[in-house]
């Protein structure tokens, strides 16, 4: 089983052809190419290690949207957590950053935790003149799952460490 690195007390994907996202995607997944790895279809899903950590957690990612002017001007990104809506964002732009805090009750401390992400304005771009038939929405670059407040974290560990 996958787990997080509690000498850093995060869970990093990097999508990228040199990267670990192997070992988290689940449907909906494109190969990964040089630096990313687009979703395909409506909807996608990674599978997460249980995580251990104190308080709220922060899932940051950088993605690109697949845009075509005049088209498909944005695309729309639900993502869930174990069944539970945690957030939703239009993205427009080129390559950015977002995160979420997210409760860590909603996170499973002994099951695999399951983020679950809804794109409907996916579209293939075969259909608008370029050579490429799969059904793109979002190209994601990296992904961490992290405490939001990362020093009550490291106290926690070394007090636990302290303790065996």
């Known amino acids: 089983m996958i787990s997080p690195d509690p000498s850093r007390g995060k869970v990093h994907i990097n999508f990228g052809a040199t990267g670990n996202s192997q070992e988290f995607v689940a449907e ?26 104190p308080g709220d957690a922060l899932i940051t990612f950088n993605a690109t949207p697949f845009l075509l002017q ?3 001007t944005v695309q729309k990104l639900s993502i869930f957590l174990n069944g539970v809506m945690v957030d939703e964002f239009a993205l427009s732009g080129g390559l950015q950053r977002y995160s979420i ?5 909603k996170f499973s401390r002994s099951k695999v935790n399951t983020i679950l992400m809804e794109h409907p304005n996916a579209a293939i771009p075969a ?3 370029i050579n490429d038939s799969r059904q793109l929405a979002i190209s994601f670059e990296s992904m961490s ?6 020093g009550l974290f ?8 302290d303790t065996h």
């Open 28 to 53: 909906g997944w494109s190969g990964s190419e040089t630096a990313h790895r687009w979703t395909i279809g409506k909807t996608s899903s990674l599978i997460i290690p249980p995580l251990d950590f």
């Open 70 to 72: 005049d088209s498909v």
């Open 101 to 105: 805090v997210v409760p860590f009750m």
């Open 127 to 129: 259909d608008f003149g």
């Open 145 to 150: 799952i992290e405490p939001e407040d990362l």
């Open 154 to 161: 490291l106290d926690a560990h070394l007090l636990l460490r």
